[in-house]
């Protein structure tokens, strides 16, 4: 059986728990505490982060979190303002596509639009546009950014969760999906943007591949590519018929 701790123990104890549990919680109590013992500031002595061995005093280090705040938070911001000069840039390429399908209205001439403009204003060189159900008139003429298929067309099962959440899905697809897509691509396909079109993809699909396969990642934002969608879809849906 172990002997009680002594009273020179117990206070060491105390002192150690002190020091551990209560000093902290103290000083946030009492912010003014070195306002009040400035004397402190001069003697306390912290190991620098460098690890050389080096101290640093207690100002020292404050100036340096400081300093690492500022720079984080001049990241952030610049983050930001990097990410609202490409939205800038999006919403821009994106209200010219719209002009230029409302300057047309038939339906050869609006798919030559998306297409021009995925490839020439967003920078998309292998994209499809399949569509699961005939557009209006006599069917498109061939293209190669194009197809349709049969609404019961095999190869669509694959894509039901995508019609069914009626949202784009960025990221890798299946080697089934992506040999539907892009049979004959001479570029290796590494990521993918699946944008419905139409409500839930009673349309079709927009699919959009880059090589690079952190390109379209799954954390990535889909605002503007549900707007590319929705905006192509209402003007092929709308389109005069190509014989008309």
Do not use: W
């Amino acid at each position: 059986m172990n002997p009680p701790p002594s009273t020179s123990d117990a206070t060491t104890h105390a002192a150690t728990t002190l020091t551990e549990a209560g000093v902290a919680s103290f000083l946030v109590d009492h912010p003014d505490f070195f306002d009040r013992h400035q004397s402190l500031l001069a003697t306390l002595r912290l190991s620098h982060q460098r690890g050389d061995g080096a101290t640093v005093s207690l100002i020292e280090r404050q100036l340096d979190i400081l300093r690492d705040r500022a720079r984080d938070t001049e990241l952030r911001l610049k983050t930001l303002l990097d990410n609202g000069h490409a939205n800038d840039i999006l919403a821009e390429k994106m209200h010219r596509l719209a002009l230029r399908l409302l300057a047309c209205h038939d339906l050869t001439a609006r798919l030559g639009v998306v297409e021009s403009s995925l490839r020439d204003e967003f920078g998309a060189q292998d994209f499809i546009m399949v569509f699961r159900r005939p557009l209006p008139g006599r069917e498109p003429l061939s293209s190669h950014y194009l197809r349709v298929v049969p609404s019961d067309h095999p190869d669509l099962k694959s894509f039901e969760l995508l019609f069914n959440s009626g949202k784009p899905r960025c990221g890798r697809i299946r080697d089934s999906q992506r040999d539907f897509l892009f049979p004959a691509s001479p570029n290796a396909i590494g990521s993918v943007a699946l944008v419905p079109l139409g409500p839930h993809g009673a349309m079709g699909l927009l699919a959009i591949a880059s090589p690079d396969v952190d390109h379209f990642n799954p954390t990535m934002s889909t605002d503007f590519l549900a707007r590319i969608g929705e905006l192509i879809a209402t003007a092929l849906h709308d389109a005069t018929p190509q014989d008309a």
